[in-house]
């Protein structure tokens, strides 16, 4: 039996390499309670970008050989302020995670390796 990590919607990214890969799904916006609007994403080489993802703003997502970067573009002050964190649903397969002094690492879950980071947010 399988079950559904994920709402209805698609991933707002998903990497694959090999028999490892990772989904993330955006969560309401804490201080908003806004949800993530469900928009398709425009790639252009290694990188995707969703514009207006929240209101006013737009996120995009760079993949290099170690690294998702992650941007968070405002579009235009908000009015209820800046959130304090984005908070994301994850799915693993063949790898596990660990946050060290704010950075997000992957590490392959059979030997160990570490494969990925997500570079820590800068404001």
Same mark, same amino acid.
């Given at each position: 039996?399988?079950?559904?990590?994920?709402?209805?919607?698609?991933?707002?990214?998903?990497?694959?390499? !090999?028999?490892? /890969?990772? !989904?993330? !799904?955006?969560?309401?916006?804490?201080?908003?309670?806004? /949800?993530?609007?469900? =928009?398709?994403?425009?790639?252009?080489?290694?990188? %995707?970008?969703? $514009?207006?993802?929240?209101?006013?703003?737009?996120? $995009?997502?760079?993949?290099?050989?170690?690294? =998702?970067?992650?941007?968070?573009?405002?579009?235009?002050?908000?009015?209820?302020?800046?959130?304090?964190?984005? /908070?994301?649903?994850?799915?693993?397969?063949?790898?596990?995670?660990?946050?060290?002094?704010?950075? %997000?690492?992957?590490?392959? /879950?059979?030997?160990?390796?570490?494969?990925?980071?997500?570079?820590?947010?800068?404001?």
């Amino acid at each position: 039996m399988e079950s559904n990590f994920f709402d209805e919607k698609a991933p707002i990214m998903k990497v694959e390499d !090999q028999d490892r /890969s990772t !989904q993330l !799904q955006l969560e309401l916006l804490e201080h908003t309670g806004e /949800s993530p609007a469900n =928009i398709e994403g425009k790639v252009e080489g290694e990188t %995707i970008t969703y $514009k207006e993802v929240y209101s006013n703003i737009d996120l $995009k997502y760079t993949v290099g050989s170690d690294r =998702i970067k992650e941007d968070i573009i405002y579009t235009e002050k908000p009015e209820e302020g800046f959130p304090s964190r984005f /908070s994301y649903k994850m799915n693993l397969e063949g790898l596990k995670v660990k946050e060290e002094a704010g950075t %997000i690492y992957l590490y392959d /879950s059979k030997t160990n390796e570490r494969l990925y980071y997500f570079e820590a947010l800068y404001v």
